[in-house]
């Protein structure tokens, strides 16, 4: 138990002294949080926006920059987690193969990361939700961190997944830039009128955006779509997991065993004795007089 736990200790170490080494990633979360969500409160109007929460069943009218901003603060936490756990595994691939190749565990790695994944999941989430009630008062704020922490801990774990499968750093920015402005920005009834269709049950944050805005104007809880993220995440993991072991293989290539001696030989196989070359046919053994 001490060698695990030595080993888990020593792992979650390097996986978050990767993670403060991302200043620009520190930047993001003090100044992309506030900012993002604080232009959304002001900047969309305050008029009520008729929507039907498909987790209670019930029909609201919160104001639109409210709602907004939720989908705001959604956008912000899943692009820092997602970055953060992307930019570590990018830059660390290498350093993880090392580790695996010279024996160390991989399930310790594989460990370590949650580890990190989730401490900083629910530090954003717990910022994002402070920033939020800094502007009005949500009537869950605990289920709305708790929204915020599975929406961080699914985009995190496929910036795993991104960062173990791609190739270039620009890519895997991309990939997850876009895949959180199409999954939230056709969730919000005020930017997009298909957000009641039942194709956006699909969508990785479905159960973060139906969990958080029940946490905002609802004071009904709503356990099962908390569950129907943690679900996005644990398929976001088990992708990130199958990447992360192929990324750590060793590329070596396989030595070939010498061949085994032959029975009743006593040992290995004696090398052929040499053949002398056969005299030429055009010399002659004696000589004519």
Request: charged content about 10%; hydrophobic content about 50%.
């Amino acid at each position: 138990m001490r060698f695990h736990l030595t080993r888990f200790a020593l792992a979650t170490g390097f996986a978050l002294t990767e993670h403060s080494r991302n200043r620009f990633a520190m930047v993001l979360v003090t100044l992309f949080v506030p900012l993002w969500t604080t232009l959304a409160y002001l900047a969309m109007p305050d008029t009520p926006a008729p929507m039907r929460l498909r987790a209670t069943g019930e029909t609201l009218a919160p104001h639109g920059n409210e709602l907004t901003e939720i989908s705001g603060a959604l956008n912000a936490v899943t692009l820092i987690t997602g970055f953060m756990m992307f930019a570590a595994t990018f830059s660390g691939n290498r350093f993880d193969r090392r580790l695996a190749m010279a024996g160390f565990p991989r399930a310790h790695l594989v460990l370590a990361k949650v580890t990190a994944l989730a401490l900083i999941s629910a530090a954003v989430a717990a910022y994002a939700t402070a920033v939020t009630c800094l502007a009005w008062t949500p009537r869950q704020p605990l289920l709305l961190a708790a929204a915020l922490f599975c929406a961080g801990l699914t985009y995190g774990a496929l910036g795993v997944g991104f960062g173990s499968v791609l190739r270039r750093e620009v890519e895997g920015m991309f990939a997850i830039v876009m895949t959180s402005i199409i999954d939230l920005a056709l969730q919000n009834p005020v930017t997009s009128s298909g957000a009641d269709n039942p194709v956006m049950r699909y969508l990785p944050s479905y159960g973060a955006m139906q969990a958080s805005t029940a946490a905002g104007f609802s004071t009904s809880p709503v356990p099962c779509h908390l569950a129907i993220q943690l679900a996005w995440f644990a398929g976001a993991a088990l992708i990130a997991l199958v990447g992360f072991r192929r990324s750590t293989r060793s590329t070596l290539p396989v030595k070939t065993q010498p061949p085994d001696p032959e029975p009743g030989n006593g040992g290995f196989p004696l090398p052929a004795p040499r053949r002398t070359a056969a005299p030429s046919a055009s010399v002659s053994d004696t000589e004519t007089p």
